[in-house]
Each structure stands twice: as C-alpha cells, then as structure tokens.
C-alpha cells in the first residue's frame, strides 16, 4: 500500500539529486506532478537494458508495482552483495554497511521522521530535511556497490551465487509478496473462539494441580509454584540465579512425568498460535486484494534461506493438530489447489551422500 513520496538518483559518486512529488504538510511548497513524473521515468525504469543499482532493491519494486511500474534491468543490490560475502553478518542495511565499507555515519531515517509513536510518515517530512537523507541513499548506494563488486570479483563462485540465485530471485519474490495468498476468515474465527475455550480449560486444570490460582504467564509466580511448592528438581538457572522456567526446561520436566509442566506447554503454545496467526492474520488482510501480503527476505538467514516476516508464515507448527488447522486456512482460488513442499533435512543428506563419496575413495 505503499506510495512514492520523492525519487532520488545518483550516476557517480558524490552527486546525487532528490525530485520531491507528494509531501504534505503545512506550508509545504509546490511540486512537479507525481503521476506526470513517473510516467516520464517509466520507460527508463521498464527498460531491461538499462541497469538500475539498489539497496533491498525488492521493496522498491513493489512501490514502483504500486504505480503500475514493472521495474526492469536489477543490475546489482548492495544488500545482496553484502550478504553473499558474508552471510553470517549480523546487518545489511545501508547504514551498517556504510558505516562498515565507506566508514561514514549517514542521516538515519529517525533522523528525519522521528522515533516510536512521535515517528512522522516521509511525505510529512520538510523537503529541505527530506532532500539530503534521500539524496545521500542513492549516493552511498552507488559508491558501495562499486566497493561490494570489487570484493566480490574475488571470488569467482561467490559472483555465481550472486548472479544465478540472489538477483534473479528478486522479482521472483516480489511477484509472490504482492500476490499474497488467500486465507479463511469465517475458519479462523471459529478456530480462535475454539481455541480461547481450550486456553480456559487449561488455565483451570493447571490451578488444580497446582492447588491455587495464579497467573500462568508469570515467571517469577510459576517458579514459586513448580520449585517451592512442588518442590520439583531444578534443571537450569537464569542469569540471576533464579530456576529456570523455559520451554526447554518444562518439555524436561514434562518428560519426566510431571503433569503441571505438560499443561503449561500446551497453554503456551495454543496462546501464540492464537495470538500470532487466528486473531492476528485476518487483521493483517489487505483491503484491496483480499489477501494477506507476507514479506520474505534473502539477507536474514545465515544458511542462505528465506525467512518471511509481517507476518511469518514459516514457523507454523505441523505436528500439532492445532499447527494443521491453521495451515488448513491457507485456501486456493476456485480452481487451483495449494502444494506444500519441504527440503525434507536436504542438508543432512547432501553430507551424507559426500561421506559415503569419501569413504568409497579411501577404499579405493
């Protein structure tokens, strides 16, 4: 639902111009025609032969989508470029990889807009604080790819993996972001008032056991419960020395045939499938498609790959009959029917075939 405020360009280093189209505040001055200057850009931008350099080039396609422009010609994204060299970076954003590459500290977004509740949208923004931020995105995205590239040369099967799986992934992605996918809300209704009843039941099954009410999302209140009361042994601490309460913990505890722990799992885990996808996913409809617009990210995963976020759609559990309800409210269009696919552990099986291809070489 994004909308263009401005466009920044920049075709060498340390020049670069910001063309402001849609701000509005009091007071603000006049501007070129949004709809006049994208139709003047739009040939440039859906020109294959033209490459175009971004930094998380992906959003910006989905904006320019927005205002029917099929950007074409991704030449490089800088922040693909930085995680092919190093996956295991914790940050690929511009200012980071500013900071890191050109050794400068650039305008911060907060910088302009604000923080938190206090934080302004862009087109609220005065030009004459909006120009230089915008400006300098477009500047430090050109000089970094010109120093990105170069490290990258150096490495010939890293240019690979860049050039035959990240960059032509991109549109690939976005296509399906902005095609988002269908979703039964009169089903996940039912399933969250299902589900808010079973939370009930077991919020008074586990006051039984423990022989008094308390709060069973607080962790000070559970460990008085399970280790004072109950007296069950203590398998892990917490920084400050306190018993630990942890997922990891109470699975342990529950193993071992304790029935208070088992109950708070389950309550556990009903509570976030409630919060996160049977009363948060129809919220989180677009209004003018229907459907819900999940975001997935190349530059996340230290493995190499995707994560999806707002919401995440890849942590749904599948071995709960709760996780198979949810997914079974993911729907197709009349027609067509939805496939699930899984690497099925690919990684363990490609290093076990190398060990047999390994052993068979030492016996030989």
């Keep these: 639902r994004a909308r263009i405020v401005g466009v920044s360009f920049a075709i060498e280093p340390h020049r670069a111009a910001y063309v402001p189209l849609a701000h509005c505040y009091p007071g603000a001055p006049d501007q070129l025609d949004r709809d006049a200057v994208l ?37 490089d994204d800088t922040m693909l470029e930085s995680y092919v060299l190093d996956a295991t970076a914790t940050r690929h954003d511009m200012d980071s990889l500013a900071a890191l590459y050109l050794d400068e500290k650039t305008i911060k977004y907060e910088d ?43 490495v010939p099967a890293l240019v690979r993996v860049y050039r035959e799986i990240e960059i032509p992934l991109v549109p690939v992605l976005s296509r399906i972001e902005r095609r988002g996918v269908r979703i039964d809300h009169a089903g996940l209704r039912r399933m969250s008032a299902e589900f808010a009843q079973r939370l009930l039941e077991l919020e008074r099954e586990a006051h039984d056991l423990a022989g008094q009410p308390f709060n069973l999302g607080s962790p000070k209140q559970l460990q008085s419960i399970l280790f004072e009361r109950q007296q069950l042994p203590v398998k892990k601490k917490t920084p400050t020395g306190q018993p630990s309460t942890d997922e990891e913990v109470l699975a342990e505890l ?54 999806s976020s707002d919401p995440n759609l890849q942590n749904i559990p599948v071995r709960t009959d709760a996780g198979r309800r949810i997914r079974s409210a993911f729907i197709a269009e009349p ?16 290093m076990r075939s190398e060990e047999r291809r390994v052993g068979k070489e030492c016996l030989r």
């Design 335 to 350: 027609g067509c029917c939805v496939v699930a696919a899984d690497y099925s552990q690919i990684e363990l099986r490609i």
């Design 254 to 307: 529950a193993e071992d045939g304790h029935a208070l722990p088992k109950v708070i799992l389950e309550h556990r885990s009903l509570s976030k499938l409630r919060g996160t996808y049977t009363d948060r996913l129809p919220e989180l409809v677009n209004p003018v498609t229907g459907r819900v617009h999940t975001s997935y990210h190349q530059a996340v995963a230290s493995t190499g790959r995707l994560s």
């Design 39 to 75: 139709a003047r850009l739009k040939p440039l931008l859906e020109d294959p032969h033209k490459g175009k350099i971004g930094q998380h080039a992906k959003f910006d396609i989905n904006v320019l989508a927005n205002h029917g422009i099929a950007l074409a010609g991704l030449a």
């Design 112 to 154: 302009v807009a604000g923080r938190g509740a206090k934080q302004i949208g862009f087109e609220q923004v005065p030009i004459e604080n909006a120009g230089p931020y915008a400006a300098e995105d477009a500047d430090v995205t050109l000089r970094l790819q010109q120093v990105l590239a170069a490290k990258l040369a150096e």
